[in-house]
């Protein structure tokens, strides 16, 4: 309709996704709109999968972040994938990543958009991109995300575009889109406060490179939230009495700084932990706002969500569709480039809350490999946070797989937030708190406050050895034994 389509001459460049899909040849390089299974396309990848099972098509795939299974899986599914840049959740590329079938570069998402302005990633071809609408002058009115949308857009040959019925028209306003120069022109970013706007509501787009417009309603593929078990539980009490007590102290405003959070289980029990809690007129300046963000803007305890996409549940994309009308001027959504900008981040004072999958006994966090080799998602934006935060937090279990494993271990299988990056690891046993702390001081704080109890004397055991065999050495470890309790469970399927 004319409300989605402002501009006649634009009309002639509707067609159907084969059609459009045709404009993408073996061997080039795509990127498309979506962070989190938010705001991607769906029926031209589609349409590429089906090509791809036929004719030989293998293309370098972008994005902003993960997208949902009709992009990720059906086109790893048709082999289509040669290379993936830079975050993904989807179990068909994460096989493909793990089997030597797609290359994929785990970047942190801030870096990703300026490094294609840079000319480091290559000459994008075709972006690909979910609209609300197109306005007369050629520019997208992105959906419910906007990623490295508006780079694309920027630097691509030709522009796909996807106009799906399905995102409400409301959507149109809460986008805030803002490119930062080039080097050695870069001016400050002006944001100084979470709700501020410095840019437009749409991405500039020469309308001549539209290539293409395809009309969908099919939607998001957004996915369900496990219910707040006890142990998510736990952590999140633990990090609340931690912000309490740092309130009490007077390192912290009454209001707390504006909060990040990663994304899945814990992060939205910590989130959810709180709504009841004593804090009022708390600050959401994070990449994905999910449903506790809801519940927070509905409770009047949070005045304000800054992210880059929005990612319910189920329910929770109902209940954002149905009050859009209270949550448009409460969420501001901007690209990654802006939500995850460390100058930002450090102007801020941003609270950064992410996960690990394991942190040694000296607060270096794995955050995305599986027993140091099995790509699990991606660092994702949480290095951008954690190095330039005002408090950088880590949780995780205290132990996976039915107790099998130690998330506290000696010596982390892989790095992604190393000791300088980390203040303050919690695990449902307890909070360790990193500041100021010497290697030896974190090590002893660490296994005595978040060690589950099964490994808590195993870990003080190894670590005292060390100190004795390296002759109490700044970071005391025994190089032959540092990663045995990964090869136990490799080997015998329990650490130890
Ligand atoms: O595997 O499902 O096969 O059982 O790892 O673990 O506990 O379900 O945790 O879903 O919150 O993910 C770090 C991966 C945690 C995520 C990570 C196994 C465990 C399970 C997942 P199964 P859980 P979550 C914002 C910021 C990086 C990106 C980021 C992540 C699976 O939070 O990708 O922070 N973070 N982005 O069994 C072996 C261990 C393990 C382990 C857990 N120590 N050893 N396996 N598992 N601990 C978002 C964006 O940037 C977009």
Same mark, same amino acid.
């Given at each position: 309709?004319?409300?989605?389509?402002? %501009?006649?001459?634009?009309?002639?460049?509707?067609?159907?996704?084969?059609?459009?899909?045709?404009?993408?040849?073996?061997?080039? +390089?795509?990127?498309?709109?979506?962070? !989190?299974?938010?705001?991607?396309?769906?029926?031209?990848?589609?349409?590429?999968?089906?090509?791809?099972?036929?004719? $030989?098509?293998?293309?370098?795939?972008? !994005?902003? *972040?993960?997208?949902?299974?009709?992009?990720? @899986?059906?086109?790893a599914r048709a082999g289509a994938i040669t290379k993936r840049i830079p975050y993904q959740t989807n179990d068909s590329i994460r096989k493909g990543i793990n089997s030597g079938q797609i290359e994929f570069v785990d970047l942190h998402l801030s870096h990703m958009?300026?490094?294609?302005?840079?000319?480091?990633?290559?000459?994008?071809?075709?972006?690909?991109?979910?609209?609300?609408?197109?306005?007369?002058?050629? @520019?997208?009115?992105?959906?419910? %995300?906007?990623?490295?949308?508006?780079?694309?857009?920027?630097?691509?040959?030709?522009?796909?575009?996807?106009?799906?019925?399905?995102?409400?028209?409301?959507?149109e306003g809460m986008h805030d889109i803002y490119t930062p120069e080039n080097p050695p022109h870069r001016k400050p970013i002006p944001i100084t406060k979470t709700a501020d706007r410095i840019g437009t509501t749409y991405i500039p787009c020469n309308p001549e490179k539209i290539a293409a417009i395809v009309l969908t309603s099919r939607k998001d593929s957004v996915r369900p939230l496990a219910p707040v078990n006890e142990c998510s539980?736990?952590?999140?009490?633990?990090?609340?009495?931690?912000?309490? #007590?740092?309130?009490?102290?007077?390192?912290?405003?009454?209001?707390?700084?504006?909060?990040?959070?990663?994304?899945?289980?814990?992060?939205? *029990?910590?989130l959810k932990g709180?709504?009841?809690?004593?804090?009022?007129?708390?600050? &959401?300046? %994070?990449?994905?706002?999910?449903?506790?963000?809801?519940?927070?803007?509905?409770?009047?305890?949070?005045?304000?969500?800054?992210?880059?996409?929005? !990612?319910?549940?189920?329910?929770?994309?109902?209940?954002?569709?149905?009050?859009? $009308? &209270?949550?448009?001027?409460?969420?501001?959504l901007r690209p990654q480039e802006i939500s995850n900008n460390p100058e930002v981040i450090r102007r801020l004072g941003i609270i950064a809350m992410n996960t690990a999958i394991e942190v040694d006994i000296y607060g270096h966090v794995n955050s995305t490999h599986i027993m140091g080799t099995k790509m699990m998602n991606g660092i994702g934006g949480s290095g951008d946070f954690a190095r330039n935060a005002y408090l950088s937090?880590?949780?995780?279990?205290?132990?996976?797989?039915?107790?099998?494993? %130690?998330?506290?271990?000696?010596?982390?299988?892989?790095?992604?937030?190393?000791?300088?990056?980390?203040?303050?690891?919690? !695990?449902?046993?307890?909070?360790?708190?990193?500041? @100021?702390?010497?290697?030896?001081?974190?090590?002893?704080? +660490?296994?005595?406050?978040?060690? #589950?109890?099964d490994y808590r004397d195993a870990l003080m055991e190894y670590y005292k050895k060390a100190v004795d065999l390296s002759g109490s050495a700044h970071t005391p470890h025994i190089l032959e034994e540092a990663l045995s309790w990964h090869i136990n469970f490799l080997q015998k399927g329990r650490m130890i």
């Open positions: 309709s004319s409300e989605r389509l402002r %501009s006649r001459s634009l009309e002639a460049k509707i067609m159907t996704a084969e059609e459009a899909a045709s404009l993408i040849k073996d061997g080039m +390089i795509v990127g498309t709109s979506g962070f !989190t299974p938010a705001g991607y396309p769906k029926e031209v990848p589609m349409a590429l999968a089906k090509r791809a099972e036929k004719e $030989n098509l293998r293309i370098t795939l972008y !994005t902003g *972040a993960s997208v949902g299974d009709e992009l990720d @899986g059906t086109l958009p300026q490094m294609i302005r840079y000319g480091f990633l290559g000459k994008l071809d075709v972006a690909i991109v979910e609209a609300v609408a197109i306005r007369e002058d050629g @520019g997208i009115v992105p959906a419910t %995300s906007v990623g490295n949308t508006p780079v694309f857009i920027e630097m691509a040959e030709k522009v796909i575009v996807e106009l799906n019925e399905s995102q409400p028209l409301e959507l539980r736990k952590i999140s009490e633990h990090l609340i009495e931690f912000l309490d #007590h740092e309130v009490k102290r007077g390192r912290l405003p009454k209001k707390l700084l504006p909060l990040q959070s990663g994304v899945g289980n814990i992060a939205n *029990a910590v709180l709504v009841d809690s004593p804090f009022e007129g708390l600050e &959401f300046y %994070s990449e994905v706002i999910q449903d506790a963000v809801f519940d927070l803007l509905d409770s009047g305890k949070m005045t304000i969500a800054s992210g880059t996409s929005v !990612t319910p549940s189920e329910e929770g994309l109902e209940r954002f569709y149905k009050n859009i $009308n &209270f949550y448009r001027d409460k969420i501001i937090i880590f949780a995780t279990p205290s132990t996976a797989k039915d107790g099998a494993i %130690s998330c506290i271990v000696p010596k982390v299988s892989h790095v992604d937030h190393t000791e300088h990056d980390v203040m303050v690891v919690v !695990t449902e046993q307890g909070l360790a708190d990193l500041r @100021g702390l010497s290697p030896r001081e974190r090590a002893r704080e +660490i296994i005595q406050k978040c060690a #589950h109890p």
